[in-house]
T-cell receptor
């Protein structure tokens, strides 16, 4: 069964203090790993898709990387507006279920 | 491009009552998902449709939950009768066909069962 584990559960950073969020996964035949951002009271907002080990994608202060067992979301010089819950999801072969982790709650203080 | 539309945004019902949620996916998206998100947790897939056929409903409590997707477009999710533990946000998402396509989410319906 496909599984996703995210760590840490919560992370508090000072503005400008870079860090990384981890997403470990177990999936039969990875077809895609997805990162989402979720603000309180809203649905998840799509950020990145990664397809194969070694792939990297960037958007503003965020950079996502992928290995065969895990993905990292690197946040460089974060700002308070980056505060949100970051969710990781995977889709494997078979019925193509999109399985989510429990998320990392990020709080960036000014 | 219009996003995924869901209604209502909020619903409060008493336990043992019934409730229905509606979802209109992004035009052209063949795959539609219903997720349940309990406070502080990640979204849990309840049911996934491909056009109007069910791809996965392994985590749908079928004794009380039902879902349909008529004509492969709009979808409704129903709970009857509701329990206290059904209090959660119900998220609808849609995507194009294909394992490597991203899903786009609606704002969700926050259900409170009292």
């Amino acid at each position: 069964e496909d599984q996703v584990t995210q760590s840490p559960e919560a992370l508090r950073l000072q503005e400008g203090e870079s860090s990384s969020l981890n997403c470990s996964y177990t999936v039969s035949g990875l077809r895609g790993l997805f990162w989402y951002r979720q603000d309180p009271g809203k649905g998840p907002e799509f950020l990145f898709t990664l397809y194969s080990a070694g792939e990297e994608k960037e958007k503003e202060r965020l950079k996502a990387t992928l290995t065969k067992k895990e993905s990292f979301l690197h946040i460089t010089a974060p700002k308070p507006e980056d505060s949100a819950t970051y969710l990781c999801a995977v889709r494997g072969t078979g019925f193509q279920k999109l399985v989510f982790g429990t998320g990392t709650r990020l709080l960036v203080s000014p | 491009e219009a996003g995924v539309a869901q209604s209502p945004r909020y619903k409060i019902i008493e336990k043992r009552q019934s409730v229905a949620f509606w979802c209109n996916p992004i035009s052209g998206h063949a795959t539609l998902y219903w997720y349940q998100q309990i406070l502080g947790q990640g979204p849990k897939l309840l049911i996934q449709f491909q056009n109007n056929g069910v791809v996965d409903d392994s985590q749908l409590p079928k004794d009380r939950f039902s879902a349909e997707r008529l004509k492969g477009v709009d979808s409704t999710l129903k709970i009857q009768p509701a329990k206290l533990e059904d209090s959660a946000v119900y998220l609808c998402a849609s995507s194009y066909l294909g394992a490597n396509t991203e899903a786009f989410f609606g704002q969700g319906t926050r259900l409170t069962v009292v």
